[in-house]
């Protein structure tokens, strides 16, 4: 009877602190101040991240000094789109481990959530078993409220990111009238104005393309970086302001380093970058967004690597404006031979000159990549320079030979989208 | 405003090579005699033991990643928000950089103003809700102007490219084609009397 009496009263307190977070929250309070009262409240750290795992509050009033980063490292294994169906019994609590500074942390995650969409986590640091049942009860309730906060917090960004994306395309189609009034709406926009600019397109399946723009570092050289969608594309602005020309190359490289890395961390698979050269200013956007969309594809037809700039491509940016019959003879002329030779006599010297000149033309690696003896190799380099009639060691015939390559390789460039 | 991709889908099983297309395009632009702004070719390959013929009609296509805009030195051009590739004739100092990026050759110096000119979709046309010239002169509505995005509603089976047609499409055109028919397409009578002439005219 006794027992029954405490449970009810520790119900009304629940209920009580679930009452206060409604009324924070309708008075405008913040997820940080939701998460601090639930902190207090169960006495342990709370952390709090949106579907995409972006911390967005921590709160420890066990003053464990506890850091974290701009994502909640949680492991990989639940669809994190926003409109993903998840199904209502799914498991609302896992546990983990989390590498900290301090060493192995055990927490618990709860997914807030509704049956058909995933706002977010609410996180307590330490293992579920130690957590009391009215400990419990307190964290879902205050979830109910944290996920109130979440999906005000989404239907703003939302509202944000649409007039974010119409506007971006203005500027990177260069569809305005004026420069003042371009001006002044960035300046609404809350936009990084001073330049120079570096302008990023990121492709990934168009089914992740609302996780990928929101997976990218909060901050890029004391700027926040512009992220939009356009044509099935997450196109990424940074504001290169005060840094050194030798300074963009390295920091650009770390910003995507990081970027992949995130990507990678939440399943976004298939993923290549594009990066334009660098715009002086806002007015020049155009340009650079449209040598990053050109590097993006060629890269991805040439298999150039995952990341492709634009000023690094130097004379392939050429091939894919040249009359397409005119490639195809220049290829025929610099390889049809040994192409005609592979097919009657059943051999590789296209593949072995490929690769010959993907190793530098270093007899030995070329050697290990093919797996044959390197007088193997040597032999069918001859047979090589026989056959087209050039010398291998003539930086020229390379040249066309690499040429050549690159236009057949194109060739099987077959786009289905 | 809902992404939007203005374009053309053509269909190379029924075009006759009428060139109503173009003519309607010459004469609604009020063209200078000589530039068209639309082209129409006869392609043809070997498929196994069967030649395959069929006409190609072409113009701007509005390419997503448009080569013109990126390269013009006066800014002339600009894409709009539902995916018209526009051209500023008070801007175009007549440099010809667009005509040569292009890798459909699509914008063309205008001789008597000295300017380029090139394919706008009729955008005013479409504003009222009209058709551009080229698609409603159409006979047998081989062309037709569609939304690239939401191009999957209406042809399903649409194909980004017909032999004939740069293989590599860095820029992304925006056009579809229906695909190849064989023994379907439906052929003026070959070398009949004038052909050669309308032909070199057209070029």
Known sequence: MQEGKGMKMKTKICNEIFMEAIKDLAQGRDIPHLAALLAEEIGKPVIVTDDVKRVMAIHDPLGTGVRVGEFFPLPRGRNNDRKSPLPEDENLVREGLWETEQGLIN????????????????????????????DKMIIRQLSLTLLLALKELLDQEIIRERLLDEFTYDVLYNNYDSKVALYEKARRLQWHLEGPFAVLVLDTPADR?????????????????????????????????????????????????????????????????????????????????????????????????DISYFNELGFLKFIFSAPAQELQEFAQRHLGRIIAYDLEMETDLLQTIEVYLNQQGQITNCAKALYVHENTLRNRLKKIEQLLGIDLKRIDHLLNIYIALQILKTDHYDEVK | MAPSQKGFLFDPNRCLGCRACVMACAAGKNLPPGIYLRHVEMQEFRQGPRIMKFFLSTSCNHCVNPECLRLCPERAFRKRQDGIVMHDLSKCNGCGTCTRGCPFEAPMVNPTTGKAVKCDLCYDRLDEGEMPFCVAACPVQALRQIDIWHLKAHAPDAVKRLHGVLKLQVTQPSIRYLSLKPGKQVLRHAGRKGDEDENEDLQ
Do not use: W
């Open chain 1, 107 to 134: 927490y618990s995650c709860f997914a807030i959530q509704v049956p058909d969409r995933l706002y977010g986590y609410c996180i307590v640091l330490g293992a579920y078993r130690e957590l009391e049942a009215r």
């Open chain 1, 209 to 305: 393309l609302n996780t990928a723009r929101r997976l990218g570092p909060g901050l890029f050289n004391s700027s926040a970086p512009i992220y939009t969608v356009i044509n099935e594309n997450v196109v990424i602005i940074l504001s290169l302001a005060n840094l050194s020309k030798e300074q963009y190359m390295g920091s650009c490289d770390s910003f995507v380093r990081e970027l992949m890395a995130n990507l990678e961390a939440n399943s976004v698979q298939n993923t290549h970058i594009g990066i334009g050269s660098v715009a002086a200013s806002l007015t020049d956007l155009h340009q650079s967004f449209q040598e990053a969309k050109v590097a993006l594809e060629l890269g991805k037809t040439l298999g150039t690597g």
